[in-house]
Structure formats: structure tokens, C-alpha cells
């Protein structure tokens, strides 16, 4: 199985910091949050990872290159020409280097202690979404969860880590332009066609200034 990682956002909650700086780039405890994917991803049998870029982008391949210093191989889907596709243009963009079959796709903005699961298999599902509890900056959550199926109403709600597995199917009908992804979890969730479930460990959105001090601290 080949991942993923979108590193194409332009991180506007994270200014000043993004100004100079691809949000990925910033560090946790001295080390990009983008290589603590890496080194996770090849501890748990990943490979081939693509990269997309887009904000400042030429300085993610600067600072990883082919990724052979963490032995993983890296191709970068470069967006900065067009602007960053949002997640679902930037996969759909990124679906001829990702093998036509079952892929991962970590946000490059998060840092959580998932362990990515290389043999995962989606059966039927056109995805399997991995939630976590609700962080304070999302109390009201984004789906719900029903018998490893996510629904999109729940008295119990969930937040979206940013981690989830695809079958290229899911992206059959987008067109390579800027997509955001909720709207067509939404609509494949109502087919019952998404599978999921709860993280319980370590899981952080590094999406403000604060939230990274707070990690680091």
C-alpha cells in the first residue's frame, strides 16, 4: 500500500509561522511533523509515500528530497502552479502515482501516535475514516459512528483525525480542480459506503501557533 501526505495548505491559523514556512516543516521537539510521518510510515511497512505541495512548496523537497535518508521512496504532486487543489483535488490529482488501488492519507499537519496500517483492508467500503474525540476547537464534532459504519448524525460525534484509507473508486467522479473533501464524505456516508473508527491515544491538530507551543511544551 502506498500513503499520502497533504503538505499543500497554506496554514493562514498558523501565521506569522507559515509566512517563511510550509506548515508541515514545523517542528515538534525539534523534528518536522512531516518526518515523524515518515519514520512512521516506514516502521509500519510504507514505502512509496507521495507529497503534495503547493504554499511554499519547493522547500518540502529541499528538506526531504527522495526520502532515501528515512528509506522510503517520495514523489512529490506539485500544486504550486495551480494553487493547492484542497484535499479532495489534490488526491484526485495525485491518483496516477498512487498504484490504482487502496492507499493511505494522512493530513501533514497532525501529530498523533496512529499506527499506520500498511495490510489494510477496506472490504466493500470506498473508505474507513479514523475518528478521534473532540479536541476543544471542534467540540460540536464531524461524524458519528454506528456499528463500524460513520454516519453523518450521531448524538455521540467525532472528530475527523485526518487519517483515512481510500479505494481510487472514491475519487472516480471529481475533477482535478479545487475540491474540498467533507462534501463527498457526506455524500458517500448517506450510501453507507464508509467505514470507521476511534483513536483513543495521543492525537493533535497543529493548526495555531498555541496548539504547537503547547506540544512542544
Known amino acids: 500500500m502506498r500513503a499520502m501526505i497533504l503538505a499543500a495548505g497554506r496554514g493562514e491559523?498558523?501565521?506569522p509561522l507559515t509566512d517563511s514556512l510550509p506548515k508541515p516543516l514545523l517542528e515538534v521537539r525539534g523534528k518536522p511533523?512531516?518526518?515523524?510521518?515518515?519514520?512512521?510510515?516506514k516502521r509500519n511497512g510504507f514505502k512509496d509515500?507521495?507529497?503534495?505541495?503547493?504554499?511554499?512548496?519547493?522547500?518540502?523537497p529541499q528538506?526531504?528530497?527522495?526520502?532515501?535518508?528515512?528509506?522510503v521512496n517520495i514523489t512529490y504532486s506539485d500544486e504550486q502552479e495551480s494553487g493547492a487543489l484542497e484535499s479532495g483535488g489534490?488526491?484526485?490529482?495525485a491518483?496516477?502515482?498512487?498504484?490504482?488501488?487502496?492507499?493511505?492519507?494522512?493530513?501533514?499537519?497532525?501529530?498523533?501516535e496512529y499506527e499506520f496500517d500498511a495490510s489494510f483492508d477496506l472490504k466493500d467500503k470506498?473508505?474507513?475514516?479514523?475518528l478521534v474525540s473532540n479536541p476543544e476547537h471542534n467540540k460540536k464534532g464531524d461524524f458519528g459512528l454506528k456499528d463500524a459504519l460513520v454516519i453523518n448524525k450521531s448524538k455521540k460525534m467525532y472528530t475527523f483525525s485526518g487519517i483515512a484509507y481510500y479505494s481510487p473508486l472514491f475519487f472516480k467522479d471529481v475533477k482535478i480542480e479545487k475540491s474540498p473533501l467533507a462534501p463527498l464524505l457526506r455524500d458517500s456516508i448517506d450510501k453507507e459506503q464508509i467505514s470507521g473508527e476511534v483513536f483513543e491515544k495521543m492525537w493533535h491538530d497543529i493548526g495555531t501557533p498555541k496548539r504547537l507551543k503547547d506540544i512542544n511544551d
Not at 470506498?126 to 479514523?130: D, G, M, P, R, V
Open 13 to 15: 491559523r498558523m501565521r
Open 33 to 41: 511533523l512531516i518526518v515523524w510521518h515518515l519514520e512512521n510510515l
Open 49 to 60: 509515500i507521495v507529497i503534495n505541495i503547493a504554499h511554499l512548496g519547493f522547500k518540502i
Open 63 to 71: 528538506a526531504l528530497g527522495d526520502g532515501s535518508r528515512w528509506g
Open 90 to 93: 489534490g488526491i484526485k490529482n
Open 95 to 112: 491518483l496516477h502515482l498512487l498504484a490504482n488501488e487502496p492507499f493511505l492519507v494522512v493530513n501533514g499537519d497532525v501529530f498523533c
Open 126 to 130: 470506498l473508505a474507513h475514516l479514523i
